[in-house]
C-alpha cells in the first residue's frame, strides 16, 4: 500500500471534541477520488493533541469511510507504552498500516529511537511506516539509523522530508531492503522528490484536493506542482496545516473552529490571502 | 515562594507505573534538607510521560511528603485543555504553584504561546512559573514575548535556560513587573546566573543533591560549583536526566528501570563513570 499518493485528512476538532461527521466526509471525498491510500491521524491529522479515546474512534470513523481503501493510522506518542495502546487500538480499527513519528520531549538518542521501533514492530500484524519529520519531533534521522530501522520485521516504508530527498534517496535505497519503500513528505518538494524515484507521496495537499494532488503524483514531471508555487509559499509561510485548516473552511467542509488550541486558525488577512490563492488556482473543490 | 533553591526530582517510573514509595521518600529527602521550594512533575520529573491520573497522584505524594516546603506542580501538556485539567488536579492537590512549559508538536506561533498562557493564568488561583526550555520545547521565547507573559495575571517566575542568562536578566527585569523573579535552570551555568543577579536556581542537582545545591545557591561566588565540573561534564553529554537516573539508583534510592520507554538508563560504561565521578566528588548521599 505505500506507493503513489497518501493523502493526510484534517481531524477538525475544537474544545469540545471532534467533528465526526465533518471528519468521515473529508475522508470520503479521497476515498470518491480514489487515492492510493489515506493517512489518518498524521500530523495533519492532528494526532498529537487527542486523547487515546478520541484517536480510537477517529481510526474507526476513517476505515468506515474510505470505501475499501487502504487506511494508514498515526499511533505516535511520547511514550512507548501508549504507542503500544495505540497500535492496538488502530488494528482493531482496521488500519491497514500505522505511522509512528518518534515524538519527543527529552531529546532521545539514535539508540532510544531504534528502541523505540524495535519494541513497536515487534508487537505488530500490520506494516508501519517509519516517519521522519524533524520540524516536529526534532530527531535527526541518519541514513544509517533508517537503515538500521528498515531491517526490523513489519517495516513497510520510510517518510522523509522532501528538501534533499533527491540526494538521499539513492543512499537509503542501498541501506533499506527492497520492501521498504520511501516515500516524501513536505508538499512543495513532492514533485522534484517523486522525479527522483520516490515511491510515495504522503500529501497534505492530497487530503483536501485529492484530484490535483493525483494529478501530480501520477505524472510528477508535468506542470501541476510548479502552478501551485503560490499555494506551497503559503504551506511555508503558515505551516501546511493552518492553511488547509483554512481552505477546508472556506470550502464549508470543517466548521470553525477546527484546530485544537493551543494551535490557532489563520487570522483574517491571512485567510483572505488563502481564497484569493485557491480562487486563482482554481482550487474550489 | 520564587527565590533561592527550587528543587527537581525524579519521579521513579517503569512500564507498570510510578515508584510512589521512592517517589515519597525522594522529596522527603528534599523537605530534610529545606529547600526552598520543590519543583514536582518538572523536566526531571518527567511530566511528559505520564498520565493525568499518574500525575494527579504524584502531585498529591509530593505535597503531602513536603513538610510544609511549598510545592510548584508541572502542568505542561500539548493541548491548553489538557493543561487546564492538569492545573485543576494540581490545585486540588495542594501545589502552591505551578510550572508550565509550552510544550510542542506543530511549531507554534509566538500568539500562539501567548494565547496558552493567557488562557491558563486566567483559570489559575496559584502563581504560575514560565518555562523556558528550548531543548524540550523548541520554543524560542523573546525577552519580549516573556516580558508580554510576565503582565498577565498569576504569572510570578520565568525560569530561563542558565546559558546566556546573565546577558539577559537585565533585559528580562526591564520588561517584566518587578513581582516576576527570574530563574535560571542548566546546573552547570547556575552559580553563574545566581552571581549575575538571577533570583531562583531551579535545580536538577537539588532534587538528589540539595545539600550540595543548597550550598552553591546561598554562595554562588563560592567554589563548589567549579568543582563540581566532572558532573556538569556528564549532564552536558547524556542529558541531566540519565544521569540523576543512574546516580539516584546507584545510591539506592530508585529501583532500575526507573526511566520511562523509550527513554533509556545509561549503558554500564556510562554508569561506572557516573559513579566514579560521585565517588570523587563525595556526592555519596
Chains 1, 2 share one sequence.
Not at 129 to 143: E, K, Q
Not at 193 to 221: H, K, Q
Request: aromatic residues 6%; hydrophobic residues 45%; glycine residues 10%.
Amino acid at each position: 500500500m505505500f506507493h503513489g499518493l497518501s493523502a493526510f485528512p484534517l481531524t477538525p476538532t475544537d474544545e469540545h471534541g471532534v467533528d465526526t461527521t465533518a471528519y468521515a466526509a473529508l475522508v470520503a471525498r479521497l476515498a470518491d477520488a480514489r487515492v492510493d491510500s489515506i493517512g489518518a491521524l498524521g500530523s495533519t491529522g492532528g494526532y498529537a493533541y487527542l486523547t487515546r479515546e478520541q484517536r480510537a474512534h477517529a481510526a474507526k470513523i476513517a476505515v468506515e469511510s474510505a470505501d475499501g481503501v487502504p487506511v494508514m493510522v498515526g499511533i505516535g506518542a511520547l511514550r512507548t507504552a501508549h504507542v503500544l495502546a495505540l497500535a492496538e487500538d488502530a488494528q482493531n480499527a482496521g488500519a491497514s498500516a500505522v505511522l509512528l513519528a518518534p515524538m519527543t520531549y527529552q531529546p532521545l538518542t539514535d539508540d532510544e529511537v531504534f528502541g523505540l521501533y524495535e519494541d513497536v514492530t515487534r508487537e505488530l500484524s500490520v506494516p508501519l511506516c517509519v516517519y521522519d519529520n524533524l520540524a516536529t519531533t526534532h530527531v535527526r534521522f541518519s541514513d544509517e539509523l533508517l537503515g538500521r530501522i528498515g531491517q526490523l520485521p513489519n517495516v513497510g516504508s520510510v517518510k522523509i522530508p522532501g528538501e534533499g530527498a533527491g540526494a538521499r534517496i539513492g543512499a537509503l535505497r542501498a541501506l533499506l531492503p527492497s520492501s521498504v519503500t520511501v516515500g516524501v513528505s513536505g508538499d512543495w518538494t513532492a514533485a522534484r522528490g517523486l522525479n527522483s524515484g520516490a515511491d510515495v507521496w504522503y500529501s497534505v495537499l492530497g487530503g483536501l484536493f485529492p484530484r490535483t494532488a493525483l494529478a501530480i503524483a501520477r505524472e510528477p514531471a508535468g506542470e501541476v506542482s510548479g502552478r501551485l508555487e503560490p499555494l506551497w509559499a503559503l504551506f511555508r509561510r503558515h505551516g501546511s496545516l493552518r492553511v488547509v485548516s483554512a481552505a477546508a473552511s472556506h470550502l464549508g467542509l470543517v466548521r470553525e473552529p477546527n484546530l485544537p488550541r493551543p494551535l490557532r486558525e489563520l487570522g483574517a488577512v491571512d485567510r483572505r490571502e488563502v481564497v484569493a490563492v485557491l480562487d486563482s488556482l482554481g482550487l474550489d473543490g
